[in-house]
């Protein structure tokens, strides 16, 4: 079945460190691909998405690349600040499905 | 941007009494909406979908007894946890999103804050 599976955290980093959250995907279709992110006391929201292989999202210096031949879509950024400190969601939606489907979740920890 | 608002944000209860929880969008009109159960450290997992004016649609496992859900307008999801039990305390997430055109479905979900239920 569909399904998104990405590595799990916490992830603890320094300031300005370079920041990766791997995410792979099973999908029967050619799925959209998303990074949610959660800070404490929110909702989630959408930080980037990619609708085709080879696509990168991009936001707030955040990138991720969808990788048709891996199927992945992990999530960089090359200096991380201790804003960034939240829960990733790595999600795909098959095409013009009415459903999502979330990973489990990276708790990301920036220190001063 | 699209606001998604739910109350309450916390509710604690005793065991046997249905809680409702409140979905709505607050500056657009969502022609679907979604709720989600949240476990610590785990994923969200999706519990139904409501389109307005039609009948949920829940997924394998989901007790649409237990777990009422209405979407009566274009701005309002409610969900009700009936005879509410400790195994249903969880974090309740609802998100909502638009149709577009030619009735294909916008990539965007928003998502509401959450609800904490806690049965005692």
């Known amino acids: 079945g569909d399904s998104v599976t990405q590595m799990e955290g916490p992830v603890t980093l320094s300031e300005e460190a370079f920041l990766t959250i791997n995410c792979t995907y099973t999908?029967?279709?050619?799925?959209?691909l998303f990074w949610y992110v959660q800070y404490p006391g929110e909702g989630l929201q959408l930080l980037l998405k990619?609708?085709?292989?080879?696509d990168k999202g991009s936001n707030k210096g955040f990138e991720a690349t969808y990788r048709k031949e891996t199927t992945s879509f992990h999530l960089e950024k090359g200096s991380v600040q201790v804003s960034d400190s939240a829960v990733y969601f790595c999600a795909l939606r098959l095409y013009n499905f009415n459903k999502f489907y979330f990973g489990s979740g990276t708790k990301l920890n920036v220190k001063p | 941007g699209a606001v998604v608002s739910q109350h309450p944000s916390r509710v604690i209860c005793k065991s046997g009494t249905s809680v409702k929880i409140e979905c709505r969008s607050l500056?657009?009109?969502?022609?679907?909406m979604f709720w989600y159960r949240q476990f610590p450290k785990q994923s969200l997992m999706l519990m139904a979908t409501?389109?307005?004016?039609?009948?949920?649609?829940?997924e394998q496992g989901v007790e649409k007894d237990k777990f009422l859900i209405n979407h009566a307008s274009l701005t309002l999801s409610t969900l009700t946890v009936t005879s509410a039990h400790p195994e249903d305390s969880s974090f309740y997430i609802c998100?909502?999103?638009?149709?577009?055109?030619?009735?294909?479905?916008?990539?965007?979900?928003?998502f509401g804050p959450g609800t904490r239920l806690t049965v005692l």
């Open positions: 409501s389109n307005e004016g039609s009948k949920a649609t829940y």
């Open positions: 998100s909502a999103r638009t149709q577009q055109n030619r009735g294909t479905y916008t990539d965007t979900q928003y």
């Open positions: 500056d657009f009109q969502a022609t679907t």
């Open positions: 990619a609708t085709k292989a080879d």
């Open positions: 999908a029967t279709g050619y799925p959209s």
